[in-house]
């Protein structure tokens, strides 16, 4: 994840108008850079480079960013070449632990109960089916891939990409891009997610491990930004998160997140697992436009009436001052699909679910499952399971209201909610959000000034554009370039995703794991 200060600078027009170029002193021949380069640049530079001998090159013309493994003349070239504004070395993300900052399980940390959730049933889609399923919505997962599964039938992901390698098993070596797909849009006989005929799109950017890099974030939105449009994408779920460090006018990730929102893309973040202190919340889920999804813990029933916050979920104001999350859904102990063989459940088989079939047959009413389907199910918790949650009640009200607009879609989840005992926050309720006339929300936000700056840049805004002068119906997102942002304030060491909160649980043998532990 990214933070980035206020764009400065003049817009760039060519090759030949430069300020300075900032080549990050770290950066040594061998490394992998980040070369970010002036608007309508990027193949150009990426042939230099290689005419220069650099290595694995690429252009990321949409964010017009080029990478590249430099040569010692590749970087006597970045330094001299006045498209270019700034060079750094790769920086690093990865899938957050099942660890509360304080060392306690999730599970441990604020929950009254170790039984499982029971899933979806707790926001009433089951209900919601007789008047929608999801159908002919699509919802893009940036994570660490989905892989194949029963409960994912033949065109359920419409489209893969990957940018995270091809080291690990399957298409999902870590696991969790699945766990979350489930939720939004599985469709078996034992097993439903929240929008079941709902379509997906695969951005994997994480590896085996769930670790990635910063360049395979680049890649994912330029290549989302670049195809959103060709793949009728409604939907973008951003079970990912970073600590908020300055108001969301300075953060190319909120940037980013509203880019896909004022292109007409619903996106849902994940607020964060760093409660229950407030002002937790991670950017892009700060971000006022987005939908930002926090966690309630169902306590295994399907009464209401003891539903609470979950004590990790994050929460409070922004540093610019707004309430966040925006609605809450279950986030622990949830049970969904498990990508057999991936890393982490190999490694850690205490993981696995070995009452799936009896929490699979609460979540779906449809009775026991078999015993073969033991090794078709796990358990994780966090709010990017809440996240998915979200995302899937979000395709269902789109699939019934195809005409909604991003802005719409959050004021009928808003407006679905249900209170919680000792939480400000409300429960998002899928039969509610079908029927309910949508609040107003978004109402005099200002966006993000680093976007107005890029669309100004881009050629796409006039200078000093404001907010009611856009139409962004009629803004190609394709020409929007981000070469006027400062990079000087980038922490590259605080970029993280929130990913993974796994329950520990009790190990019974599972015979796909025998001789595994």
């Given at each position: 994840?990214?933070?980035?200060?206020?764009?400065?600078?003049t817009a760039?027009?060519?090759?030949a108008s430069?300020?300075?170029?900032d080549?990050?002193p770290?950066?040594?021949?061998?490394d992998?850079?980040?070369i970010q380069?002036a608007a309508?640049?990027?193949?150009?530079v990426?042939?230099?480079?290689t005419s220069?001998?650099a290595?694995?090159?690429?252009?990321?013309?949409?964010?017009?960013?080029v990478s590249?493994?430099l040569?010692?003349?590749?970087l006597?070239?970045?330094?001299?070449d006045?498209?270019?504004?700034?060079a750094?070395?790769?920086?690093?993300?990865?899938?957050v632990?099942?660890?509360?900052?304080?060392?306690?399980?999730?599970?441990?940390?604020?929950?009254?109960?170790?039984?499982?959730?029971?899933?979806?049933e707790?926001i009433?889609a089951?209900?919601?089916w007789?008047?929608?399923?999801?159908?002919?919505?699509?919802?893009?997962?940036m994570?660490?891939?989905?892989?194949?599964?029963?409960?994912l039938?033949?065109?359920?992901?419409?489209?893969?990409v990957n940018?995270a390698?091809?080291a690990?098993?399957g298409?999902?070596p870590a696991?969790?891009?699945?766990?979350?797909?489930?939720?939004i849009?599985a469709h078996g006989?034992?097993?439903?997610?929240?929008a079941?005929?709902a379509?997906l799109?695969?951005i994997?950017v994480?590896?085996?491990?769930?670790?990635?890099s910063?360049?395979?974030?680049?890649?994912?939105?330029?290549?989302?930004?670049k195809?959103?449009?060709?793949?009728?994408?409604r939907v973008?779920?951003l079970?990912?998160g970073t600590?908020?460090?300055s108001?969301?006018?300075?953060?190319?990730?909120?940037a980013l997140?509203?880019?896909?929102?004022?292109s007409?893309?619903?996106?849902?973040?994940?607020?964060?697992?760093?409660g229950?202190?407030p002002?937790?919340?991670?950017?892009?889920g700060?971000?006022?436009?987005?939908?930002?999804?926090?966690s309630?813990d169902?306590?295994?029933?399907?009464?209401?009436?003891?539903?609470r916050?979950?004590a990790?979920?994050?929460?409070g104001?922004?540093i610019d001052?707004?309430?966040?999350?925006?609605v809450?859904?279950?986030?622990?102990?949830?049970?969904?699909l498990r990508?057999?063989g991936s890393r982490?459940?190999?490694?850690?088989?205490e993981r696995?679910?070995?009452n799936?079939?009896?929490a699979?047959?609460?979540l779906n009413?449809?009775?026991r499952?078999?015993q073969?389907?033991l090794n078709l199910y796990?358990?994780?918790?966090?709010?990017?399971?809440s996240s998915?949650m979200v995302?899937g009640?979000?395709?269902l009200?789109l699939s019934?209201?195809a005409?909604?607009?991003?802005?719409?879609?959050?004021?009928?989840?808003?407006?679905?909610?249900?209170?919680?005992?000792?939480s400000?926050?409300?429960?998002?309720?899928?039969t509610?959000a079908?029927?309910?006339?949508?609040?107003q929300?978004?109402?005099l936000l200002?966006?993000s000034?680093?976007?107005?700056t890029?669309?100004?840049?881009s050629?796409?805004?006039?200078s000093?554009?404001?907010?009611?002068?856009?139409?962004w119906?009629?803004?190609?997102?394709?020409?929007?370039t981000?070469?006027s942002?400062?990079?000087?304030?980038?922490?590259?060491?605080?970029i993280?995703w929130?990913g993974v909160?796994?329950?520990?649980v009790?190990?019974?043998?599972?015979?796909?794991?025998?001789?595994?532990?």
């Open positions: 994840m990214l933070v980035f200060a206020l764009l400065i600078g760039w027009t060519g090759r430069v300020a300075r170029i080549v990050d770290a950066l040594h021949a061998g992998v850079a980040l380069v309508g640049t990027a193949w150009t990426a042939a230099d480079l220069a001998g290595t694995d090159v690429t252009a990321f013309d949409s964010v017009n960013v590249a493994r040569s010692d003349q590749a006597a070239s970045v330094a001299t006045r498209a270019v504004l700034r750094t070395t790769d920086g690093h993300v990865t899938a632990g099942g660890k509360s900052d304080n060392g306690k399980d999730l599970d441990e940390y604020g929950s009254n109960t170790k039984k499982d959730s029971i899933g979806i707790a009433e089951h209900d919601a007789s008047r929608s399923t999801g159908a002919g919505v699509v919802v893009a997962l994570d660490t891939g989905i892989g194949t599964h029963p409960d039938p033949a065109g359920k992901v419409i489209a893969r940018f390698g091809t690990g098993v298409l999902d696991g969790h891009g699945t766990h979350l797909a489930g939720i849009a006989s034992t097993f439903r997610g929240v079941p005929d379509r799109v695969d994997r994480l590896d085996q491990n769930g670790d990635g910063l360049q395979n974030v680049v890649a994912g939105f330029d290549w989302l930004l195809h959103r449009s060709a793949l009728s994408i973008l779920n079970s990912l600590t908020q460090r108001s969301y006018h300075e953060d190319l990730l909120a997140a509203e880019a896909a929102w004022f007409g893309i619903a996106v849902v973040a994940a607020a964060g697992n760093d229950p202190v002002g937790t919340v991670a950017t892009p700060a971000d006022p436009f987005v939908i930002t999804a926090g309630f169902d306590q295994g029933t399907p009464s209401a009436q003891d539903d916050e979950s990790f979920s994050s929460r104001q922004t001052g707004f309430a966040k999350p925006d809450l859904a279950p986030g622990r102990r949830v049970v969904s990508a057999n982490l459940e190999l490694t850690k088989p696995v679910v070995a799936a079939a009896n699979n047959a609460n009413g449809n009775g499952a078999n073969d389907n796990i358990r994780m918790s966090g709010t990017s399971v998915a995302s009640v979000a395709a009200i019934s209201h005409d909604y607009t991003p802005t719409k879609t959050k004021g009928a989840l808003v407006a679905s909610g249900r209170s919680l005992t000792g400000v926050s409300r429960a998002v309720t899928a509610t079908l029927t309910a006339t949508p609040r929300v978004n109402r200002l966006p000034r680093l976007l107005m890029t669309l100004e840049n050629g796409v805004a006039g000093g554009t404001t907010w009611e002068g856009v139409t119906e009629g803004v190609t997102w394709e020409a929007v981000w070469e942002v400062s990079w000087e304030s980038v922490t590259w060491e605080s993280s929130e909160m796994w329950e520990t009790s190990w019974e043998q599972d015979p796909l794991l025998d001789g595994a532990r």
